[in-house]
């Protein structure tokens, strides 16, 4: 089999345009947020006279499709969407993930639940045996923090407010993100469940119940396509 060197911005570009073949022509499609989605986003301007628009998980993204002059909806108006594309920090053998490294978890987990199908869009140093290499992102509301960094700590987890230039990091939804690091996933249906019902949680940023259907992975050999 033959293999080439790309780079992983290459990587990110093959991936986002192979995501073409899974957008619905007619149909609004659900849309992540990441420098992988935003190279998918690129590629979604060749379509857009073909879809009446997107639903978007950040506001980097909605950013980013209006500016390529692609409409963007607000998820109360659509009831279900055929496709959401998306990229991971991490994806199992499962097609399960973690996710919020860009701090979106919350609107991503929202517009992944109104979709028939989640494609995780990523380059293959993000598919591991077992989630937790990457920290944790988990979405709290402020005055829960310090609490649930000590849940997480007796479950092993070493867990920090994120900060941006020296503050915490205030998401599009005005709370903060904690970063757990340490922690090694092996039932993410059982944890996400569990951590969901911590007081303070808004988002825990295992995706299992929203688990990726399609991962089109972007390898040396070219795009793989995984299905779960
Ligand atoms: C943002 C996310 C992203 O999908 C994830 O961080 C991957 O980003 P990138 O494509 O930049 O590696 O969950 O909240």
Known sequence: MSTTTYTQDELKALVGQAALHYVVPGEIVGVGTGSTVNKFIDALASMREQIPGAVSSSEAS??????LGIPVLDANEVSSLSVYIDGADEIDGNGYMIKGGGAALTREKIVAS??????????????????????????VIPMAAARIIRQFAALGGEGAVRLKDGQPLVTDNGQVIVDVR?????????????VNQWPGVVTVGVFAHQKAAVCLLGTPRGVETLSY
Do not use: N, Q
């Open 182 to 194: 340490g922690l090694k996933i092996t039932d993410p249906l059982a944890f996400e469940s569990e």
């Open 114 to 139: 109104l979709s028939k199908r989640f494609v995780c869009i990523a380059d293959e140093s993000k598919k591991v045996p077992v989630l937790g290499g990457f920290p944790l992102p988990v979405e």
């Open 62 to 67: 909605t950013a980013r499709l209006k500016a």
